[in-house]
């Protein structure tokens, strides 16, 4: 699998933006990026996934760099519900979520 | 569709008893995970199955560690016996396919002892 890398640590205030970036240069063309977050005492959630376009939904946005060695998961009004951990992780073919240390996101009231 | 399922939410368990862990999987999805999770190590991928039908198991630790999925509506996780280094949370995934562009939907894990 392709790897990823990812602060291993961030901070927000509540109720601002937050940006949290992932860098993934040897991403090859058919590695969708996924993003998964994993709240205190659960399981992990589905926040939001692409290809090549930016995507947005109800949770989040995600915005990928031309090049497509990059992306980033954007928050758009961070609340201290959104603390967790934030996984991005790509996955090509028929290869199954691998999980690395991800970015854990502090909120601050 | 109340999601994933999974039991026990807690089992404590002494060194050297058999420990069966359950899932029960979203209605109509076929492809079904298991992770673990620790501190130490992270969330590990065990085994994952596609049509009931074990894909790729070289995610399990050793021997002691078993999964079967009879039917699409249920799987389980065995270990036997048990020692106290499988402690960890164990997390049941199930998803509508197993292609790239798929989501993953976990369920609450199961908490493991083994004292």
């Known amino acids: 699998d392709a790897k990823t890398t990812q602060p291993n640590s961030m901070e927000s205030n509540e109720e601002e933006p937050v940006h949290l970036p992932c860098n993934h240069s040897t991403i090859s063309g058919t590695d969708y990026i996924h993003w998964y977050r994993q709240l205190p005492s659960q399981g992990p959630e589905y926040v939001i996934h692409?290809?090549?376009s930016n995507v947005n939904n109800r949770m989040a946005s995600l915005a990928i760099a031309e090049d497509r060695k990059s992306s980033t998961l954007i928050l758009h009004r961070a609340t201290l519900r959104d603390a967790a951990v934030y996984y991005c992780i790509l996955r090509s073919g028929n290869t199954p979520l691998v999980f690395g240390k991800g970015t854990r996101l502090s909120v601050i009231a | 569709d109340a999601g994933v399922i999974q039991s026990p939410r807690h089992e404590v368990t002494e060194m050297g008893q058999e420990v069966t862990l359950r899932c029960k999987p979203i209605s109509g999805h076929n492809s079904l995970f298991w992770y673990r999770q620790t501190m130490m190590r992270g969330l590990e991928l065990l085994i994952y199955?596609?049509?009931?039908?074990?894909?790729?198991d070289s995610g399990m630790p050793e021997d002691r560690f078993s999964a079967k999925m009879p039917n699409a509506s249920f799987s389980t996780l065995k270990i036997q016996p048990s020692e106290p280094r499988d402690s960890a949370v164990y997390f049941c995934?199930?998803?509508f396919g197993q292609g790239a562009n798929e989501k993953l939907f976990f369920g609450s894990g199961t908490q493991l002892s083994v004292l």
């Open positions: 995934a199930s998803s």
């Open positions: 692409g290809l090549t």
């Open positions: 199955f596609n049509n009931n039908v074990p894909i790729d």
